[in-house]
């Protein structure tokens, strides 16, 4: 069974939100039942992989065991005397956190080498998003964020389910404050209707809007033709737009009711785009656009190579060091979507496009005098749009492997 795309997803969710909906009315905890709800819910999911479910049930074992690792490292009865500070821990309990950091990213590393041989290689879906949020768990344990790590709790996290295959990426100290949340029965129902306005519009994305874009990048380019070089470029323009619309309405609609559902189940999910199409430069595009995913890679990635670079002074100015970690940073996000030419572009595209606009945000005078300026507003956004779609072309293999020949 597919999540957010087959029929029986959807009549699956009537009893599972039901059930919900009345333990929420009723001022009941939904914790112990959500995760009843998503471990039957993933068991569907890999039915017909018994392969990808041993193999992820050995996932959120290996994780458990790893995350109680680093927090015995770093819990308060291990320290030492040679730790200087609660932020300076001893450096043999540094390298073990690494070792274990690297564990943890390690089977995705395993799956995005091996599928470019042989598919489904030691993968399950959702290994790429329960990666990130298992990698934050370790983060946040290190940097004493996150004191007592419930067994229960942890592992909820990992397979909540309206989440686990796309998104959005849940953040672990938040999720745990919902869960454990004592809501009334009105702000329960406050935060259902707007969970059911959220399902609705994802709904209205994904199975309107979704196939209206895909008609549009297959019917139009092949009405345009290719029987001059103009109506081949047009072709492909039209192509590269209608794909670009139709991952937007896909990729937000289920987003949309990913936080719906979540909703439902106590859990308020992030939201994952705001208006991407609005941006009026690179860097509001990313702030609009896979929301979670580009939070979590600028407080999880960027932040920190930017504050170790800045503290070791392997740079010279500020700039250089952001321009060098928007690189750095959209480089991995190309790498984790999977090691193909075409990501691996996409990726470092992004990164360059990043570091471009911190160059003229911050250096360029003509920029700093105008852009304020409805005008350059609206030349910023043309350009910023064309940027975003050329890269959409990137991301589908529009480009390398062009599908209108």
Request: net charge positive.
């Amino acid at each position: 069974m597919s999540f957010y795309a087959e029929p029986a997803f959807f009549i699956l969710l009537v009893p599972i939100v039901g059930i919900a909906v009345l333990l929420g009315v009723n001022e009941k905890p939904l914790g112990r039942y959500g995760l009843g709800a998503s471990v039957l819910m993933l068991l569907l999911l890999f039915s017909r992989s018994i392969e990808s479910l041993v193999f992820f049930a050995c996932y959120l074992v290996f994780s458990l065991r790893l995350a109680r690792w680093v927090s015995n490292l770093f819990s308060e009865t291990a320290r030492t005397d040679s730790d200087s500070s609660a932020h300076s821990p001893h450096p043999k309990r540094i390298a073990l956190y690494r070792i274990a950091l690297a564990l943890q990213i390690a089977p995705l590393a395993v799956y995005k080498v091996g599928v470019l041989f042989q598919p489904d290689f030691l993968g399950f879906i959702g290994i790429s998003y329960i990666t990130f949020k298992a990698v934050q768990v370790l983060i946040e344990i290190r940097d004493g964020l996150i004191k007592d790590l419930g067994t229960l709790e942890y592992l909820y996290f990992l397979v909540f389910f309206p989440t686990i295959t796309s998104g959005p990426i849940l953040r672990s100290r938040k999720f745990v404050d919902d869960l454990n949340a004592k809501r009334t029965r009105d702000e329960y129902l406050q935060l259902l209707y707007r969970g059911a306005g959220w399902f609705m519009l994802g709904a209205l994305y994904k199975f309107v809007g979704a196939p209206v874009g895909q008609w549009a990048m297959w019917f139009l380019p092949s009405v345009i033709g290719a029987a001059t070089p103009a109506a081949a470029t047009g072709a492909n323009v039209v192509y590269a737009l209608g794909y670009t619309l139709y991952l937007f309405f896909d990729f937000a609609g289920y987003s949309h009711m990913a936080v719906g559902l979540g909703y439902a189940l106590g859990i308020e999910v992030p939201r994952n785009f705001r208006a991407p199409f609005l941006a009026i430069d690179i860097k509001d595009f990313w702030n609009r656009w896979h929301i979670s995913l580009s939070t979590w890679l600028r407080d999880f990635v960027f932040m920190r190579f930017s504050a170790a670079a800045i503290e070791h002074k392997w740079f010279k100015s500020s700039v250089t060091t952001a321009c060098i970690g928007f690189v750095l940073n959209m480089t991995l996000m190309g790498i984790w979507h999977g090691l193909t030419v075409d990501y691996l572009v996409y990726g470092l595209y992004h990164g360059l496009l990043l570091a471009g606009c911190e160059l003229m945000q911050r250096k360029w005078g003509f920029y700093k005098k105008h852009r304020r300026e409805k005008w350059f507003k609206l030349c910023s956004w043309a350009v910023t749009m064309v940027a975003v779609v050329f890269g959409m072309a990137l991301f589908s293999g529009q480009v390398f492997h062009n599908p209108l020949g």
